[in-house]
């Protein structure tokens, strides 16, 4: 066979192995590319800085303010134990709610304050929340239907009529407790335990456990210094009205921002999620596999090239699809400059072989591969494929073209790629 030829198996250097040379990206670089094929969310830096996070929940402010304005004019302004004496007697029809001067006025007389006392509205306000913070036991408000079925759960009654419950109630914490604990169950405790097994499982409910814990101190002290503040700032704009407005924004802000660095503190010190240290370690595995298979590396290039034209076409600015496409073009880019330059050492290895190692039989055209009986196809196959240029984009003086060449789709390889190269 062709190993026998003296001097050919040894110096034949495939063209593939030559493109391996130069078609190495940065590590982040293929990482992000195996990610984007997997639909997976590429390593960038998405940290929100604070003023967008801020702007990110104004919509929820005003949803929970426009609660908060409906309930508080529709029972005239009573609350506590006078709001539910006040809603049974509504329910009852013998008294009616939506009066707005008598609102007014009864918000006025509870925030009683003139601008000269901004300062001392602040701190009142903090202390009517937070007085009881650390009392085992308090006398709890009624908590409504919703209240009364959460009294069923083990546990509830007793926090409820707690200072630290009464807390969370008044601050909103409780209910963000419950919201991101909700969301770190359903996306990060049960996967890892239906993906990883139960030993991952268990660590990641520890690390869910405290980031959900860290967010609602965070919240809590965000809200207080947020009430205070705002309740200061209403109270120097319009005693009274501007005092109710002033706490309740700067408080929902406040604790917006605190649980914003709380978690951001807790994920420095736990780390990343068990689910993303497995893709993580995955996704680098699959990296290398690829920087091995130079043919498969530029498969998955030209797949990427592909998926992020597709989105980009709906969606220009799509951060994901033009990282994706700028690290595809890097593989092709290096591809198409090499390709040239591997053909010519293979073309000039086929020329230094002996001519008389090629024997000519029955005029059949003498070509790597032979042996004088036959030919060793599956060689020949192989160096005839390695001498073609794998298809890229059209290379021009400027850079690429943003459009594949649809010869090269047509005629060259099978953008599809081996599944067992990524991630299911």
């Known amino acids: 066979m062709v190993s026998s030829i003296s001097g050919y198996s040894n110096s034949y250097t495939p063209l593939y192995s030559a493109v391996s040379t130069n078609a190495v990206l940065h590590q ?47 029972n005239n302004g009573y609350v506590g134990a006078e709001k539910e004496a006040f809603k049974a007697a ?88 419950a919201i991101d604990g909700g969301v770190e169950l359903l996306t990060n405790v049960v996967p890892t335990f239906s993906q990883l097994g139960a030993g991952a499982g268990f660590k990641q409910l520890g690390k869910s456990t405290v980031k959900v814990a860290a967010g609602t101190a965070g919240w809590l002290g965000g809200d207080a210094a947020g009430k205070a503040i705002g309740s200061a700032i209403g109270t120097l704009i319009c005693p009274g009205i501007g005092t109710a407005i002033g706490g ?11 649980c914003s660095l709380a978690g951001r503190l807790t994920k420095k010190v736990v780390g990343p999620s068990e689910l993303e240290k497995h893709q993580k370690e995955q996704t680098q595995q699959y990296v290398q596999m690829l920087e091995q298979d130079p043919q498969a590396k530029l498969q998955a290039a030209q797949l990427a090239y592909q998926q992020a034209e597709e989105i980009l076409a709906q969606d220009p600015t799509n951060k994901d699809a033009l990282a994706a496409k700028e690290a595809a073009l890097k593989i092709l880019s290096e ?25 000519s039989f029955a005029g059949i055209p003498t070509v790597p591969g032979f042996n004088g009986m036959g030919y060793d196809m599956t060689q020949y196959s192989n160096q005839v494929t390695s001498a073609q240029a794998m298809p890229v984009p059209n290379f021009q003086n400027n850079g690429y073209n943003t459009q594949l060449n649809s010869n090269s789709l047509s005629n060259g390889y099978n953008a599809q790629l081996n599944p067992n190269f990524f991630i299911k």
Request: glycine share 12%; charged share 20%; no cysteine.
């Open 335 to 359: 591809a198409q400059q090499t390709a040239p330059a591997a053909q010519t050492a293979v073309q000039q290895q086929t020329a230094a072989v002996p001519q008389q190692q090629f024997v």
């Open 28 to 74: 982040n670089d293929m990482e992000n590319l195996v990610r984007f094929i997997n639909g997976q969310p590429m390593s960038f830096d998405n940290k929100m800085t604070i003023g967008q996070e801020v702007k990110s929940t104004l919509p929820f402010m005003a949803l929970f303010g426009g609660i908060e304005a409906y309930s508080t004019f529709r």
């Open 90 to 177: 509504r329910k009852a029809k013998t008294v009616e709610g939506w009066k707005f001067a008598e609102t007014l006025n009864r918000v006025k007389s509870r925030y009683n304050y003139t601008r000269s006392e901004a300062i001392k509205s602040g701190i009142d306000r903090v202390t009517k929340d937070y007085g009881n913070l650390f009392t085992k036991t308090t006398v709890a408000e009624p908590t409504g239907t919703f209240g009364k079925l959460m009294d069923k759960i083990p546990g509830y009654k007793t926090l409820r009529s707690s200072g630290f419950g009464q807390a969370l109630k008044k601050s909103g914490a409780g209910m963000m407790m």
């Open 248 to 258: 309740f924004i700067g408080g929902f802000l406040g604790g917006m921002v605190g």
